[in-house]
């Protein structure tokens, strides 16, 4: 869905993940408590493109263990994934604004993750699906 007329975005959420003492606790109560389906990774939210019906958007929620590095270097006990378009291009025009880029493009069966740094120091974590 490349759009070279326009500069490359976030197009929502991917994920929510936060820091739990017991990550399986953590699953367990909000499977018992408010009726998530959850697998080892949390659980995962699936919603349609309002303007593309065909097109099915996932939201990972999950916890991680307290102590866990994946969010360092942020201090904060949390981390959103924002999906986004054109993540090379993307990550170029935060080069250019001064963003600190923590990590290169990795590909995987999901699509291209990149890490980076707002402006409070939160870490986050952008996300090209696959299916882009």
Request: charged content about 30%; cysteine-free; glycine content about 6%.
């Amino acid at each position: 869905m490349e759009n070279s007329n326009k500069p490359p975005k976030v197009t929502g959420i991917g994920g929510i993940f936060f820091l739990s003492d017991d990550p399986k606790e953590t699953r367990d109560w909000y499977a018992k408590n408010l009726g998530l389906d959850m697998t080892e990774w949390g659980s995962t939210f699936e919603s349609r493109n309002i303007t593309d019906p065909d097109e099915v958007n996932q939201l990972q929620w999950s916890p991680f263990k307290s102590g866990s590095s994946y969010f360092e270097p942020s201090k904060k006990e949390f981390m959103v994934n924002y999906r986004v378009q054109n993540i090379e291009e993307l990550v170029k025009n935060l080069r250019e604004n001064g963003v600190t880029i923590l990590d290169e493009i990795e590909e995987s069966d999901h699509g291209k993750f990149v890490h980076i740094l707002d402006s409070d120091g939160n870490k986050l974590e952008l996300w090209e699906p696959t299916d882009n």
